[in-house]
């Protein structure tokens, strides 16, 4: 089989299924999670029971009652869903390192020069074995295509998109399949009627591109099951940096400049390599006297370059800093980071969700 590669898991009815998991009570039952319905709170996610009822994500608790009068809803416990999450990832690190968490329950792992079918299914039985929960996994071998399969079959789907089935499952489907078509492109595609993938490949090219730019060529392909876009691992930690203890302690400017300009390489490569930006610089330093100090600065926007960084490490260093004692250690550190590649449509800030709940 052609390289099948990426891996696309996300979790069914997420916050719905671990409260269901964890009460007896609410096993089967239509259940919601989200705020109150009182004071004007929203669903967060809505059990596949209740979901037959029309409630969804994002719909307002009074709507969802009216719809499923016999709606129970459970409060948001964010931190229960968090630690599920991390369950879910040390599953996923058992086959890859390449992991691209998109949101709580949905991630995109790359299992190249692996079976990547016979993986995604251990992946699936492993979740359900050891946490109750049920997953729909999709494989193929791009990350549009491994998306699209997850949802093919949802609830616990498992759909493999191969590339000679490409065109015969993408061509009947609705152009909002394709990543990044909201409601508005959506719009403007159905008045040149182009309402389904085939339309939109058989529309000239030349009018599409004209139309919606960049986005155009990235829409056709889509509807032609190409995306190169690749897996990008995250950080789990919030920061990166670097520091060292100096053989002797050091009283020259120039040699701290030096350093800085050091670390800043090392970390610029860092962050380049998994297509990072980043917006805080903060310099560390450890005096002779073992007092510790750490400035620093936020930048207005988000940076991946050599020169800025340096400059503003040493800017840091120089302005914010008043050195009267000799250095013993010095560290560069950068946080704050943002991820350019973001595929545009995914929701999935998921400091949106959980923002209020934190
Ligand atoms: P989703 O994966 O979109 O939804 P889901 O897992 O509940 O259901 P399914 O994948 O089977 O369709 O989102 C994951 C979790 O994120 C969801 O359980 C709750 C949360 N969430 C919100 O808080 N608000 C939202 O608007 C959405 C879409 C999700
Ligand atoms: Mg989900």
Redesign the pocket.
């Known amino acids: 089989m052609e390289n099948m590669n990426i891996i696309h898991v996300?979790?069914?009815?997420?916050?719905?299924?671990i409260e269901q998991r964890d009460n007896l009570k609410l096993r089967d039952k239509p259940i919601a999670?989200?705020g109150n319905p009182e004071s004007r709170g929203?669903?967060?996610?809505?059990s596949?029971e209740a979901r037959k009822y029309g409630v969804k994500?994002?719909m307002s608790c009074r709507k969802a009652l009216t719809l499923c009068p016999d709606l129970i809803i459970i409060p948001?416990n964010i931190k229960k869903?968090k630690i599920v999450s991390k369950e879910i990832h040390e599953i996923f690190k058992k086959y890859s390192l390449k992991i691209e968490p998109i949101?709580?329950?949905?991630a995109f792992i790359d299992v190249s020069g692996q079976n990547a079918i016979e993986i995604g299914k251990r992946i699936k039985k492993e979740i359900y074995d050891n946490l109750r929960l049920t997953a729909?996994v999709g494989v193929s071998y791009n990350k549009f295509l491994s998306k699209l399969a997850s949802d093919i079959n949802?609830?616990n789907g498992f759909t493999v998109i191969a590339k000679k089935d490409v065109d015969r499952i993408l061509n009947p489907m609705p152009i909002r399949k394709l990543w990044g078509v909201g409601p508005k492109t959506e719009e403007q595609l159905n008045r040149l009627g182009i309402f389904t993938i085939k339309d939109l490949k058989g529309y000239n090219k030349d009018i599409i591109i004209d139309k919606f730019g960049k986005k155009g060529i990235e829409l056709i392909n889509f509807a032609n099951g190409i995306d190169e876009r690749p897996v990008l691992p995250r950080l789990r930690s919030q920061s990166l940096g670097e520091e060292n203890t100096f053989p002797e302690d050091i009283d020259n400017i120039d040699i701290l400049h030096k350093k800085l300009d050091n670390y800043a390489e090392d970390i610029v490569g860092k962050i380049k390599r998994y297509k990072y930006l980043i917006k805080t610089i903060t310099v560390k330093i450890k005096y002779e006297d073992f007092s510790i100090e750490t400035r620093s600065i936020t930048l207005n926007n988000p940076t991946d370059n050599l020169i800025v960084i340096k400059k503003t490490a040493h800017h840091i260093l120089d302005s914010k800093f008043n050195i009267l004692k000799k250095v013993r250690l010095l560290g560069l550190t950068v946080s704050n980071f943002t991820y350019p590649n973001e595929p545009i449509q995914l929701?999935l800030d998921i400091d949106?969700?959980t923002r209020e709940d934190d």
């Open positions: 996300d979790m069914d009815a997420f916050y719905a299924s999670v989200g929203v669903i967060s996610t809505a596949y994500s994002a948001v869903y949101s709580l329950d949905e729909s949802k609830p929701r949106k969700y």
